[in-house]
């Protein structure tokens, strides 16, 4: 990557987040910043597109499918920006339009800075701000989504994400000189809360926990989102858990690769063999000899 790299900016908490504007600030001082972000506040929006959000007068999705099928287009609306480009989308489609439709290609993706931790496994298909890298990372350019510790504060400004930028802008710098995209496809970074002082950086891996609940009232449904359970880190200290990490008080780092990890086992091949023998054609296996 180069020294100074073309960074496309997004986030899922809109185009005005004070997050967004810290980060912008920082990471002009290392790169050419491109922004495109969403309109208005996407949290939890995950991998999602727009695809069949608006409908034609007869009902169906509003997209062009190819005649065999096997693509199809959608019209996502933007509005132009001092800094580059509002998107009436969702990240993931931020980070599409932002590598693919502007005149120079980013080296890298920067997600954020989120206002609440993006810890556990979970958040790699939940979170709109890491499954911006992630979608970036899939696509082949790695990617940074940063958080802070701050679930549950409100009325943040410009001035608490500070420090998150300058950690970001200096992750890059560093992780540029390492060559750590070599090998990496994305990090997920959460640092303490502003009024908090950073005890150290640690190098962790999502924590496996993750509990939902519902409960009925009245004519809705409430879902909860259970408190993490801690997960003990390996004895030697090489596999450190990040919630663990951001409780006592550290910013963590935890480098990933793009998921989709195919497994082969005795069961599976037995079932597809089930299956086959009930409702394959047997005269296509016969045409195809």
Do not use: W
């Amino acid at each position: 990557m180069s020294q100074t790299p073309t960074i496309l900016l997004t986030n899922d908490d809109g185009i005005d987040a004070p997050g967004l504007e810290a980060l912008r600030t920082s990471l002009t001082e290392c790169g050419t910043v491109r922004v495109v972000a969403p309109q208005t506040d996407m949290s939890g929006a995950g991998r999602s597109i727009s695809l069949g959000r608006t409908m034609d007068p007869i009902g169906e999705a509003d997209a062009d499918v190819s005649e065999a099928g096997d693509s199809y287009s959608f019209q996502v609306p933007y509005t132009d920006h001092e800094h580059g480009f509002v998107i009436d989308g969702t990240p993931c489609e931020c980070v599409i339009c932002g590598l693919y439709a502007l005149e120079t290609a980013p080296d890298i993706v920067v997600s954020g800075c989120n206002p609440g931790p993006n810890t556990g496994q979970h958040t790699a298909s939940r979170s709109g701000t890491v499954s911006a890298v992630m979608e970036a990372a899939i696509l082949g350019t790695p990617g940074i989504a940063i958080s802070m510790d701050t679930m549950g504060r409100r009325n943040l400004e410009v001035a608490d994400y500070q420090r998150a930028g300058r950690f970001v802008e200096a992750l890059i710098r560093v992780s540029t000189d390492e060559n750590v995209f070599d090998d990496i496809d994305y990090l997920t970074v959460t640092l303490p809360a502003p009024d908090e002082p950073i005890r150290g950086v640690e190098v962790t891996r999502p924590s496996p926990d993750y509990r939902m609940d519902a409960i009925r009232e009245d004519d809705t449904f409430r879902i909860r989102s259970m408190s993490q359970t801690p997960t003990d880190d390996t004895n030697d200290g090489t596999e450190v858990i990040d919630r663990n990490a951001v409780d006592q008080g550290k910013a963590i780092i935890s480098p990933l690769r793009v998921p989709v990890r195919p497994t082969r086992t005795a069961a599976v091949e037995s079932v597809a063999s089930a299956l086959s023998d009930r409702f394959a054609d047997p005269q296509s296996s016969t045409d195809s000899d």
